[in-house]
């Protein structure tokens, strides 16, 4: 009897105060280490495809349109955006709200050209740990009502 309190102690011990408890929510995973970055490009039937560049880091979001803007490389796909000697990004980021600075007028952009700039922006600040709900402003060399627009990506909700 004698060896048995000391069990029957412990086991009441021990399990003072701690009880089970549900799942809980942990909030969002990490983004982890990136290989590279995704870029967004135009397939035959006009619709934006996601390509990977294999950069051995994700880069800011600069970098990536700066990618984005010297092409699809060996490739099936292509852009709608023209082409653009020594593209120089800048962008300002705040709550909510990416604005792009891009080295190129409207008409040198179809609409399909701008969701590919949108969606390369959104996808790096996403990667990065960024809000899927942030918006982007893209603005051109002359202005426009398009400058002002802020908008998100399509495949990216």
């Not at 809980?24 to 990490?30: F, K, Q, S």
């Not at 560049?53 to 292509?78: C, I, K, M, N």
């Not at 627009?149 to 495949?155: A, I, Q, V």
Request: aromatic content about 4%; hydrophobic content about 40%; glycine content about 10%.
């Amino acid at each position: 009897m004698r060896r048995i309190w000391p069990v029957v102690a412990v086991l009441v011990l021990g399990s003072c105060g701690v009880r089970p408890s549900g799942v809980t929510d942990a909030g969002r995973a990490p983004t982890g280490v990136a290989h590279g970055v995704t870029l967004y490009f135009v397939d035959a039937h006009e619709r934006l495809r996601p390509q990977f560049r294999r950069t051995y880091r994700l880069g800011t979001v600069p970098e990536a349109v700066s990618l984005l803007l010297f092409g699809v490389g060996d490739s099936d796909l292509h852009t709608e955006i023209a082409s653009v000697a020594g593209p120089r990004i800048l962008a300002t980021t705040g709550p909510g709200l990416i604005q792009l600075r891009v080295p190129l007028a409207l008409r040198e952009v179809t609409p399909l050209g701008i969701d590919q700039i949108v969606c390369t922006a959104l996808g790096v600040h996403v990667q990065s740990g960024g809000s899927r709900r942030t918006r982007v402003q893209v603005r051109f060399t002359l202005s426009t009502h398009e400058s002002e627009k802020r908008r998100t990506c399509p495949l990216i909700r």
